[in-house]
């Protein structure tokens, strides 16, 4: 079984993807963008929430704050947009924050001490950040 740090980590930064994804829907100028970004935000709090109900003998719980590079991701994207279009700042953003959560996630996937249950829940998390980061980063070309 791998170690609640592991999955306390993954819950922190689930929650700076659902906090960013909530912060580029505020300041796309895009409305479909900005639909997309609302619904990856919900998306991210479902995640979260299975995370929590999957492995609750870890001792994971809901990290409302997220990390701390995570916050200072949120502040660098505010003080960008101030210079650029605001919708390509927030998908410029979102898919750095995703490669940044996808490179976690596939670190977690190489620990050997994983049960299977939660080297699916892994392998599935990867799988959803890594589709929305290529999402995002085609969508970024258009604009």
């Known amino acids: 079984m791998t ?10 930064l689930l929650a700076d993807s659902q906090k960013g994804y ?4 505020q300041i796309a100028d895009d409305p479909q963008v900005k639909q997309m970004f609302a619904d990856r935000a919900q998306r991210r709090a ?12 870890l001792g ?4 409302e704050d997220g990390t701390a590079a995570g916050a200072a991701h949120r ?19 979102v898919e750095r924050g995703e490669a940044t959560f996808l490179e976690a996630l596939q ?4 620990d050997t001490s994983m049960s299977t249950p ?6 599935r998390l990867i799988e959803e950040v890594s589709a929305d980061h290529d999402r995002f980063a085609d969508m970024k070309a258009m604009f």
Request: glycine fraction near 4%; hydrophobic fraction near 40%.
């Open 75 to 93: 502040v660098f994207i505010n003080l960008r947009r101030l210079l650029q279009d605001d919708t390509r700042v927030a998908l410029a953003e």
């Open 60 to 63: 994971t719980r809901r990290q």
């Open 107 to 110: 670190d977690a996937l190489n």
């Open 22 to 25: 909530s912060e580029a829907a």
């Open 118 to 123: 939660e080297r699916s829940l892994v392998g």
């Open 3 to 12: 170690s609640s740090a592991d999955f306390e980590t993954i819950a922190q």
């Open 46 to 57: 479902s995640l979260m929430q299975e995370l929590e109900q999957t492995l609750p003998g």
